[in-house]
């Protein structure tokens, strides 16, 4: 039987990967709500396992990540859970000045614990972490695409090296071959390490079954930082489960289709090109039209307006780096992305407005702008369409009294045919 309280308070630093790390919660049997930011009515309870509080925090300044993650904190300990996950994006995004770092200090502190884990680690989407060193599939994180992210750069593939840069606190490692000996082996250099003075232990997971046997290790530790594969082994230490299958279910899907697309990763990069090669109808943003003064949200909805009975559309502002460098570099990297978010955002609420009720948004920034504009408070978790990537279903102003089904995809996550699919899989 479910519990009336929730067990699990979880912090996201941003959209995609809050409703990222409630998927994998999902998929364990626990029911999850994710909300929009820390809720408004401190004393409303919430009936679910586990909460996922989702904030935009992963690229302001590390003053006013750790200001909201503690007002999250805050919140979550009001509802009663039992521990707290601060989860950050599988290929670990952050400056030399944080947000991860920072963060994570903060959080321990206020919990009082002065211990704890960071592991970004979901091999279900390629991220693997050995002797410290995080992979991108095949590659070092430093040797992918992600040293060309326009606002967190990651150029070093080492951790340990990494956080160490973002924080006071020592930092130090929990290799491959203690995972391999088991929990037992686990918890002894959980101690070892405490003895040692390190404070915060980089733990490498290759497989699914070392994130099982971690999750197990990590009962009753105040404090869990990582991306959402370790997700996977936290719901075996509590008996909440509901019923297998039932804590995905989302109502029946209508309406039109629509995507927007923000991010420049090399995954949606190539999710955009298949669809426009397959014969999807697209319309392209143009930042410096925007700064121009031109009226492309306008050009956007009038575009699509006419198409959305003929199937999904597309608009999008994705675009190679050497082409986002070029727009950066003549507008600034904060004007630019600020402009484009603003844009897409408003376009997503006049597509709905015009009868979509079915959206997906990738990009983690934009994720976060668009369900702000809508409205969203609250998100009930569904079903899983790519590694990291659920169905949702919400309530907005924009289309009063009407279910929208929303799917917020990390910028660097899903199969090159991403956006056919999830459709697909709400028909």
Request: proline share 5%.
């Amino acid at each position: 039987m479910a519990s009336s309280r929730p067990v699990l308070g979880c912090i996201a630093d941003d959209f995609t990967g809050a409703t990222d790390l409630a998927n994998n919660l999902v998929r364990g049997g626990m029911r999850t709500v994710q909300t929009i930011g820390v809720p408004l009515d401190a004393a409303a309870p919430v009936d679910a396992d586990a909460i996922v509080v989702a904030l935009k925090s992963r690229t302001i300044s590390p003053a006013d990540a750790v200001a909201q993650s503690l007002e999250a904190l805050h919140w979550l300990q009001d509802q009663g859970v039992q521990q707290i996950y601060f989860k950050y994006c599988s290929t670990f995004d952050s400056t030399p000045a944080g947000n991860i770092g920072p963060v994570t200090e903060a959080l321990m502190e206020a919990l009082g614990t002065g211990f704890t884990i960071a592991t970004p680690a979901f091999p279900d989407n390629g991220r693997t972490v050995f002797k410290g060193h995080l992979f991108v599939g095949d590659q070092l994180l430093s040797d992918s695409g992600m040293r060309h992210h326009p606002l967190t750069p990651m150029t070093d593939s080492n951790l340990v090296r990494v956080l160490q840069a973002q924080t006071k606190s020592p930092v130090g490692l929990l290799a491959f071959d203690t995972i391999a000996r088991g929990e037992a082996a686990i918890r002894a250099r959980f101690d070892e390490l405490q003895s040692q003075g390190v404070k915060i232990a980089v733990v490498d997971a290759v497989t699914n079954d070392d994130l099982m046997v971690l999750g197990r290790a990590l009962r009753g530790m105040p404090l869990v930082t990582a991306g959402s594969g370790v997700a996977i082994g936290l719901p075996q230490n509590w008996a909440v489960l509901a019923g297998e299958g039932a804590a995905d279910r989302l109502p029946p899907a209508h309406g039109q289709r629509a995507i927007v697309s923000g991010s420049c990763s090399v995954a949606t990069n190539a999710q955009v090109l298949q669809f426009r090669q397959g014969g999807g109808q697209s319309f392209a943003v143009d930042p410096l039209a925007l700064a121009a003064g031109v009226d492309v949200v306008g050009q956007a909805l009038a575009w699509a307006a006419p198409r959305l009975a003929g199937g999904s559309v597309l608009v999008y502002a994705t675009a190679e780096s050497d082409a986002v460098k070029q727009v950066q570099q003549q507008l600034g990297v904060a004007r630019a992305g600020e402009m484009v978010e603003e844009a897409l955002s408003d376009i997503a609420v006049g597509l709905v407005e015009r009868g979509v009720r079915q959206l997906v948004v990738a990009g983690g920034e934009t994720s976060g702008a668009v369900v702000r504009e809508l409205g969203v408070r609250q998100m009930a978790i569904g079903p899983q369409i790519d590694p990291g990537v659920p169905w949702t279903a919400v309530q907005s102003p924009a289309c009063p009294g009407e279910t929208l089904h929303v799917a917020l995809k990390s910028g660097n996550f899903g199969t090159p045919d991403f956006f056919t699919k999830a459709f697909a899989q709400l028909s």
